[in-house]
C-alpha cells in the first residue's frame, strides 16, 4: 500500500503516528462502521474532509474498505465505512492492534442491519473523546471497545456497547476511569432496557470459579481478573422525544430502587443516563448525568 507524504503526517496525539490508511483501516477495525466525518473527527480531528475523503476512496478501489449509502430525508449523500474481509486481514497485523482480535462488519447485508446502532456508539465515543481533547485529559480511537462480553452465569453472557478507558490529568495526578456504555435508541421497550441492570448486577457478583481438584479458592467476583475497580455504568438515549427519553431514564431510576441486586449494585458502582444529543451540545463533562439512585444531575466523573 503506497502512503504520500501528506497522508502520512502524525495525527496531534503521539499515539497516532501512524500512515493515515492504516489508522482508518485500525479504526474501522475497532469501530465497525464509521462515517467520513466521523473517521476524521476521530482520528485527523485537525485535518480536512477532503484528505479523509481521498484516503477511504484509495482503499477502496485497493478492495480493503467499502460503504453503505446512509438513507437521509434531505438526500445528501452519506457514505458509513467498513473493511472488507481482505481489510479485516490486514487489520490484524497493523501494530495499534496488536493483542486486540478485531470483529469488523465485513458485508453490505451486516452493514446495512447495524449501521444505525454502531453509528450511534460512534456518535458517545467521540462526544468523550472531544472533551478529553479539550480538557487535556486522555481518551482516543483505542481507549473505546465496542461489543465487550462477559460470562454471568447459567451459559450466559452479558455484552456491553462498549468499555470506555478515560484518564483524566490534572497536573501531575492522573485519575483512571472506566465505564460500561450502553447505547439506547429507544428501540426495545423501556422494561427491556431497565433489564441490562440486572444483567450487570449479575456480572458484578459473578464468581467464576475454575474446575480443580485442588481446595477451591475464596470466592472472589470473576471481573477482578480483568479491573481493579468495576466499571461505572452510563446510559445514552437517543432516538425519542425528550419527554419519553427522560420516562426510560425514570424507569432505570425504579430498577435501582426496587430490584435488590440491583440496589447491591448501586451502593458499589456508579450508575448514570444522559441523552446523546446533551453530550453532543454540552460535552460529557458536564452536568448532564441523572445518578440513578437519585439527585441532580452532574457530570459523568462526578457521578
Given amino acids: 500500500m503506497n502512503i504520500s507524504a501528506a497522508e502520512s503526517t502524525p495525527g496531534p496525539d503521539p499515539g497516532l503516528a501512524e500512515p493515515l490508511a492504516h489508522l482508518v483501516i485500525a479504526g474501522l477495525a475497532q469501530h465497525r462502521i464509521a462515517t467520513t466525518g466521523q473517521l476524521r473527527r ?71 442491519l447495524k449501521t444505525p446502532h454502531t453509528l450511534a456508539v460512534v456518535r458517545a465515543h467521540l462526544a468523550f473523546a472531544e472533551d478529553a481533547r479539550r480538557l487535556g485529559h486522555e481518551h482516543g480511537p483505542w481507549d473505546w471497545t465496542p461489543e465487550v462480553s462477559h460470562a454471568i452465569g447459567e451459559s450466559e453472557r452479558i455484552v456491553a ?44 457478583q459473578y464468581d467464576a470459579q475454575p474446575f480443580s481438584r485442588r481446595r477451591p479458592a475464596a ?33 432505570l431510576q425504579a430498577m435501582v430502587a426496587k430490584h435488590p441486586l440491583v440496589s447491591t449494585l448501586a451502593r458499589e458502582v ?18 448532564v448525568w441523572l445518578p440513578l439512585v437519585g439527585g441532580k444531575s452532574r457530570s459523568w466523573a462526578g457521578l
Fill in 42 to 112: 476521530m482520528l485527523r480531528p485537525d485535518g480536512t474532509r477532503q484528505l479523509m475523503s481521498r484516503v477511504l476512496n484509495r482503499l477502496r478501489t485497493e478492495g480493503f474498505v467499502n460503504y453503505t449509502v446512509l438513507p437521509d430525508p434531505n438526500r445528501s449523500r452519506t457514505n458509513a465505512w467498513y473493511l472488507t474481509p481482505h481489510g479485516a486481514r490486514l487489520a490484524r497485523d497493523l501494530p495499534v492492534l496488536r493483542g486486540r482480535p478485531p470483529y469488523p462488519i465485513t458485508s453490505t447485508t451486516a452493514a446495512s
Fill in 161 to 204: 456497547d462498549a468499555v470506555m478507558y478515560y484518564t483524566v490529568i490534572k497536573g501531575e495526578h492522573r485519575r483512571k476511569l472506566r465505564a460500561f456504555i450502553e447505547i439506547d435508541r429507544s428501540t426495545m421497550s423501556s422494561e427491556r432496557l431497565a433489564v441490562k441492570l440486572i444483567e450487570y448486577a449479575r456480572l458484578f
Fill in 219 to 251: 470466592p472472589s467476583p470473576a471481573w477482578l481478573r480483568w479491573d481493579p475497580v468495576f466499571p461505572r455504568i452510563l446510559f445514552v438515549l437517543t432516538g425519542a422525544s425528550r419527554a419519553r427519553l427522560e420516562s426510560r431514564m425514570s424507569d
Fill in 270 to 287: 456508579r450508575l448514570g443516563a444522559a441523552v446523546l444529543e446533551d453530550l453532543e451540545e454540552h460535552g460529557p463533562a458536564d452536568n
